[in-house]
Structures are given as structure tokens and as C-alpha cells.
């Protein structure tokens, strides 16, 4: 069963920081992409970032350059690492099964993160 639990979110303050955590289960996780997303109150989801199975990732303009993704295969963990939050980060974060919102087979429950100013 393929699942993904996410962890780390909560409150912080502009120009701070938070990791947030995706552990991964009932997939090899070496050979997959793994996508974060958040989601704000009346918008879509969006994704932010993606990594792949050989540890490339890229980002959304939004996020480039203060959020890095990290991969512990063994550990079958994706880490968002986000610094120099903004208020304007705060949403729900996901990780997903893939980088495209239209292919992603399983979700993780999300967590909240506030950014206040």
C-alpha cells in the first residue's frame, strides 16, 4: 500500500524556517519523483517543487532559492527544507506521488503552515 505521512509544519515568522518531512512507504523510493504542493483557501493546489528518483529537483519561481529539497532513499524520506519563509508561503503543503498535480496517484494527509508577519 503506498502511502505518504508528512510532518513538520506550524507557525513561524517572516524570514524564518521550517523542514517539513515525507515518508514514504509501499514504494522503492529511489525510483520515483516526489512533488511538494501547497494549497491556499479558494485557489488550486499548485506544486512548488519536485524531485527525482536520481535527486535532481527544480522549483517554482515562487520558491527558488529559499526552499531546497533533500532525498534519504534508505530512510525512503523527502525533506522540504523552506527558509526565508513569507507571509505569502502560508498554505497546506503536500508531497505526492509525482510532480504534476493531474498524475499523482497518493497524497499525504498535508500539513498547515503560517508565516505571519
Known amino acids: 500500500q503506498v502511502m505518504l505521512v508528512e510532518s513538520g509544519g506550524g507557525n513561524v515568522q517572516t524570514g524564518g524556517s521550517l523542514r517539513l518531512s515525507c515518508v514514504t512507504s509501499?514504494?522503492?523510493?529511489?525510483?520515483?519523483?516526489i512533488g511538494w504542493f501547497r494549497q491556499v483557501p479558494g485557489k488550486e493546489r499548485e506544486g512548488i517543487s519536485c524531485?527525482?528518483?536520481?535527486?535532481?529537483?527544480n522549483f517554482d519561481a515562487s520558491v527558488e532559492g529559499r526552499f531546497t529539497i533533500s532525498r534519504d532513499n534508505a530512510k525512503n524520506t523527502v525533506y522540504l527544507q523552506m527558509s526565508s519563509l513569507k507571509p505569502e508561503d502560508t498554505g497546506v503543503y503536500y508531497c505526492?506521488?509525482?510532480?504534476?498535480?493531474?498524475?499523482?496517484?497518493?497524497w499525504s494527509q498535508g500539513t498547515q503552515v503560517i508565516v505571519s508577519s
Open positions: 509501499g514504494f522503492d523510493l529511489g525510483w520515483y519523483k
Open positions: 524531485t527525482l528518483g536520481d535527486g535532481s529537483t
Open positions: 505526492a506521488t509525482d510532480c504534476e498535480v493531474y498524475r499523482v496517484y497518493q
